[in-house]
């Protein structure tokens, strides 16, 4: 079945600094790629997802680009924010009806 | 649109007692699914509803069961509760339709934590 392996954390980071959260995937065909957030306290949330390869999806100043050679989806943002401190998961589809998340990497931005 | 909305937001039970967890799926979807995040862990997949009937399973055993009523809320219920069901239970609504791809994306409730003493 599908898989995906994330980048462990935490990764702590200075204001402004650049982000990379590293996620590889291992797919049967080429489904659509995700990245969730997941606020202290709170359910996850969508940040942004790409549906083909080559795709880059963004939001909110983070992109990741759907690369089919490397099996891989980076997370990156040039400028962290202290509200950016969360725990962020890659995912996508296994089958007709789940999704498999990674482990998740926590960030924490110091102001 | 309202999203999905859980409940309670937090519970303690003791081994072996029972729970129900509910969930309120978002506006216009019509498929529902739970995940159990253990602390630190990623959501793993329990069960998906579609059509108030089970429409897949992931790797719990039959202690773990569900419903989906015809308004498309859910509940999910524990029945012999272990220690290691102490977890945080995401509810997630999704469609029309119930396969995941990039036009039918989960959307999270903020979930209902399970301390088991």
């Known amino acids: 079945g599908n898989s995906v392996t994330q980048m462990e954390g935490p990764v702590t980071l200075s204001e402004e600094a650049f982000l990379t959260i590293n996620c590889t995937y291992t797919?049967?065909?080429?489904?659509?790629l995700f990245w969730y957030v997941q606020y202290p306290g709170e359910g996850l949330q969508l940040l942004l997802k790409a549906t083909k390869a080559d795709d880059k999806g963004s939001n909110k100043g983070f992109e990741a680009t759907y690369r089919k050679e490397t099996t891989s989806f980076h997370l990156e943002k040039g400028s962290v924010q202290v509200s950016d401190s969360a725990v962020y998961f890659c995912?996508?589809?296994?089958?007709?009806?789940?999704?498999?998340f990674g482990t998740g990497t926590r960030l924490k931005v110091l102001a | 649109e309202t999203g999905v909305t859980q409940s309670p937001t937090h519970l303690i039970k003791t081994r072996g007692q029972q729970v129900t967890l509910r969930c309120s799926s978002q506006?216009?979807?019509?498929?529902v699914s739970w995940y159990q995040q253990a602390l630190g862990q990623g959501p793993q997949f329990i069960f998906q509803y579609y059509r108030e009937e089970e429409n897949g399973r992931g790797n719990f055993p039959p202690r773990f069961s569900g419903l989906q009523f015809p308004n498309y809320s859910s509940e999910l219920n524990v029945n012999a509760l272990e220690l290691d069901d102490s977890a945080l239970y995401l509810c997630a609504s999704s469609g029309p339709g119930t396969a995941p791809s990039g036009a039918n994306v989960l959307t999270f409730g903020a979930g209902s934590r399970l301390t088991v003493l």
């Open positions: 506006s216009g979807h019509n498929t």
């Open positions: 995912a996508l589809p296994s089958g007709t009806y789940k999704y498999i």
């Open positions: 797919a049967t065909g080429y489904p659509s």
